[in-house]
């Protein structure tokens, strides 16, 4: 296996089979009575297991305030949307089939940014991901419709 196909796996391929598990138990919490905030926070203490692991596995552990406030911020802005999609889940009892297409389209965000910030648009087939867009953007309508 190539190392390409070995990243896509790794940061592609699973990721997404994870992500794709992540509102099924959202919505198994959601139904059992959990709160926004305490949800959020047992969710924080998750995430700070998996980190500790992964500090005894990688051994990177190099730290700077720069790198470390933009690792908060993408913290608190995970916990802002995640915040969002348990308000919709409780308070509105909005179906995860048809909020998770909806989510999904921050990808459209995610490649946008990406061309723009880090000059991706040079090594990628920008008229493919253009279409790749076009593709995200008519299956979130189609979902929210359904």
């Not at 198994?28 to 305490?38: D, E, Q, R």
């Not at 723009?116 to 299956?139: D, H, P, R």
Request: proline letters at 3%; glycine letters at 8%; hydrophobic letters at 60%.
């Amino acid at each position: 296996m190539s190392t390409e196909n070995i990243a896509l796996l790794i940061g592609g391929i699973i990721p997404a089979l994870l992500l794709g598990t992540l509102p099924l138990f959202q919505k198994y919490a959601t139904n059992g009575g959990i709160g926004i905030g305490p949800y959020i926070i047992s969710a924080g203490i998750g995430i700070i297991i998996i980190g500790i692991a992964l500090c005894f596995i990688f051994k990177e552990n190099s730290f700077s305030l720069a790198s470390s406030s933009n690792a908060l911020i993408s913290g608190v802005i995970w916990a802002i949307a995640s915040a969002g999609i348990l308000i919709a889940l409780i308070h509105y009892q909005t179906p995860i089939v048809k909020l998770i297409p909806l989510i999904n389209s921050n990808a459209i965000i995610a490649v946008t940014l990406s061309l723009i910030a880090f000059s991706e648009w040079k090594n990628v087939n920008v008229t493919q991901i253009c279409i790749a867009t076009a593709i995200i953007i008519f299956g979130a309508i189609l979902a929210v419709k359904a």
